[in-house]
C-alpha cells in the first residue's frame, strides 16, 4: 500500500526544496525523495553567481538583505535563507587569446567603487542547507539515498516508485529532478520537445590566481600550437566564494587545466597551482517543454527547461509551484485546471520572455573565429557595454558594441564581416547538433 501524500517532491535541489518547504509552511503534508544522502552535498558543477539588482531575469530582481540574511525576491513577494559567504564580483570580461586585449561587459572600476552595482558568488551548498533546515521546521518528510524509478498517473493523483520498491501516492507531485529529468522521460514530456545536445562539463577550484581587476567572470579561448596540440582551449573562469585566492575555473579536462594554467598566454595570472576540488555534471540539453506540467505531474526548474533555469529560476518556480498545489487542493480542483496559476506564471515568465536560442548564442558566437580574428575583435571594442549577468542578453550587448564597427571590419576583414552577417541565433541551433560538439561556457 501507498504511502498517501498531498504533495510529492522528486528531488532535493534548489527548487525541490523550495517547493517542499513552501507547501509544508501552507499545511500540505509533504514528503521529498532526494537519490544523495542529504541534498545539501553539492557535486554537481555550479559557478554559483546570483544575478542581481538590476538584473531582470524571469521578471524579477532579486537582492540580498545583509540584515535578515535573506535573499528578498521582491516581484514575487518572497525570501529564501542564507547564512553562507558571498563575494562580490564587477564586470563581465570576453578576453582575446593574447590574455590582453577584452570585451568589457560593465564598468568594473565604478562596480568597484560602489559608485555602479555589483554581483555576486554564494555558496551552494549553505543555500541548500537553510532550504532544507526550513523545511524540517516546516514539517517536510524527506526521503534520502532515494533514487525514483518510476512515477505514474492513477485515479488519485501519482504514484512515485523509488529504486528500494517503495511507492509514495501524491495528489501531486513535483518533479524537480533536474536537467536529465528521468520524470521527464517517463511522463513523456520530452516527446514534445527537441533534442539539442548533451554534454559533460568539468570545472575546478584553484588556488594560487592573482591578476589585475581579478573580481570578475572572464571567458575566452587559448590556442595551443604545439604540433598535435590541443588547438583552441575555452576557459571561463570567476571568483570563488571559498578562499580569496580561489577561482572557479572550467577547462575541459586535466590535460587542458595543464596547458591554460601552465603554458598559454594566460600562464601568468598562476603562481603554484593547486586544485582543491573538483565538480562535474553531464547534461542534455532539450529545447523547452510546452508547459510545465503533465498528469498531476508539475515541473520545476531544470527539469522543463532547455538548458540551467540557474538557482534564480529554480527558486521562483520551486515557490510559485508550491502555491499552485496548495490553492488547488484548497478549491478540490486537483487536476490541471487547479494549477493553471502554475503554468500561466510560467509561460509568461520563461519562454515568452527568455528565448532559449538568444542564451545559447553567445558561446557559440566566439567560437567562430580564428585566434587571430578574435584577437582584432577584442581590440576594436574599447567602449564599455551595458552591465548584465543575464545570459539571455549577452550576445546582443555584444552585437550591439560591435554595430559601431562594422564599417571598418567589412573594409579591413572581409571574411571576418561575411562570417558576423551569416550568424543570428536560429543558425546556433544547427551548430549545436550533437555531432559538431559545440559547447558553451561550463559545458564541452
Ligand atoms: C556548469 C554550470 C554552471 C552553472 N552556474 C550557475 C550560476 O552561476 N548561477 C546559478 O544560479 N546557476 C548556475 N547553474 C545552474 C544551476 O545549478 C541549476 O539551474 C539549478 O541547480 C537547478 O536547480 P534544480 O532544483 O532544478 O535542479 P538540481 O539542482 O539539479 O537538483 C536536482 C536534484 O534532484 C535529485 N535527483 C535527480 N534525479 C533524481 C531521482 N531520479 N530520484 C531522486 N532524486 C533525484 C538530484 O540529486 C538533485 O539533488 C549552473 C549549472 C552548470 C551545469
Not at 199 to 219: H, L, N, P, W
Not at 278 to 289: D, L, N
Not at 319 to 336: D, M, P, W
Not at 357 to 374: A, N, T
Amino acid at each position: 500500500m501507498a504511502k498517501k501524500y498531498d504533495l510529492v517532491v522528486v528531488g532535493g535541489g534548489t527548487s525541490g526544496l523550495e517547493a517542499a518547504k513552501i507547501a509544508a509552511q501552507n499545511g500540505l503534508k509533504v514528503a521529498l525523495l532526494e537519490r544523495k544522502s542529504h541534498p545539501a552535498k553539492v557535486y554537481r558543477a555550479c559557478a554559483q553567481m546570483f544575478l542581481m539588482n538590476n538584473d531582470s531575469f524571469y521578471n524579477e530582481r532579486m537582492y540580498f538583505s545583509r540584515e535578515k540574511k535573506r535573499w528578498i525576491f521582491p516581484v514575487n513577494n518572497f525570501s529564501v535563507p542564507y547564512k553562507g559567504a558571498y563575494r562580490e564580483f564587477y564586470a563581465t570580461h570576453f578576453i582575446a587569446p593574447n590574455a590582453e586585449d577584452r570585451i568589457e561587459i560593465g564598468d568594473y572600476e565604478a562596480n568597484a567603487s560602489g559608485r555602479g552595482i555589483a554581483a555576486v558568488v554564494f555558496d551552494k551548498v549553505a543555500l541548500l542547507e537553510g532550504l532544507f533546515q526550513e523545511g524540517l521546521v516546516a514539517g517536510v518528510e524527506y526521503f534520502l539515498e532515494r533514487n525514483v524509478v518510476d512515477a505514474r498517473k492513477t485515479s488519485e493523483g501519482v504514484e512515485v516508485v523509488t529504486n528500494h520498491g517503495e511507492k509514495l501516492s501524491g495528489t501531486f507531485c513535483i518533479a524537480a529532478d533536474g536537467i536529465n529529468s528521468r520524470l521527464a522521460r517517463r511522463l513523456g514530456l520530452n516527446q514534445e520537445r527537441t533534442f539539442l545536445f548533451t554534454a559533460q562539463s568539468v570545472s575546478y577550484y584553484v588556488t594560487g590566481v592573482k591578476f589585475d581587476r581579478s573580481e570578475m567572470i572572464c571567458m575566452g579561448n587559448a590556442f595551443d600550437h604545439t604540433t598535435g596540440g590541443l588547438g583552441s582551449v575555452h576557459f571561463c573562469m570567476l571568483p570563488s566564494v571559498y578562499r580569496d585566492d580561489e577561482y572557479w575555473l572550467y577547462v575541459a579536462g586535466d590535460e587542458r587545466l595543464e596547458f591554460f594554467t601552465k603554458r598559454s598566454n594566460f600562464k601568468k595570472w598562476f603562481h603554484n597551482v593547486e586544485v582543491t576540488h573538483k565538480r562535474c555534471c553531464v547534461i542534455s540539453a532539450w529545447s523547452p517543454a510546452p508547459e510545465p506540467y503533465k498528469g498531476n505531474v508539475i515541473f520545476v526548474g531544470d527539469s522543463c527547461w532547455f538548458a540551467e533555469a540557474e538557482n534564480t529560476g529554480a527558486l521562483l518556480s520551486g515557490h510559485k509551484a508550491a502555491h499552485a498545489v496548495s490553492k488547488a487542493l484548497h478549491t478540490g480542483k486537483a487536476n490541471r485546471e487547479g494549477v493553471t496559476d502554475y503554468i500561466d506564471w510560467w509561460r509568461r515568465n520563461w519562454p515568452e520572455t527568455h528565448d532559449y536560442k538568444d542564451f545559447l548564442c553567445y558561446p557559440v558566437f566566439f567560437r567562430l573565429f580564428s585566434e587571430e580574428e578574435l584577437n582584432y575583435l577584442h581590440k576594436i571594442i574599447t567602449q564599455k557595454l551595458y552591465w548584465s549577468l543575464n545570459p539571455f542578453n549577452l550576445y546582443g550587448h555584444i552585437m550591439r558594441g560591435m554595430q559601431p564597427h562594422l564599417d571598418r571590419i567589412k573594409k579591413e576583414k572581409p571574411a571576418l564581416a561575411q562570417k558576423l552577417a551569416l550568424f543570428n541565433p536560429e543558425r546556433t541551433i544547427s551548430m549545436m547538433k550533437p555531432a559538431t560538439r559545440v559547447g558553451f561556457p561550463g559545458y564541452c
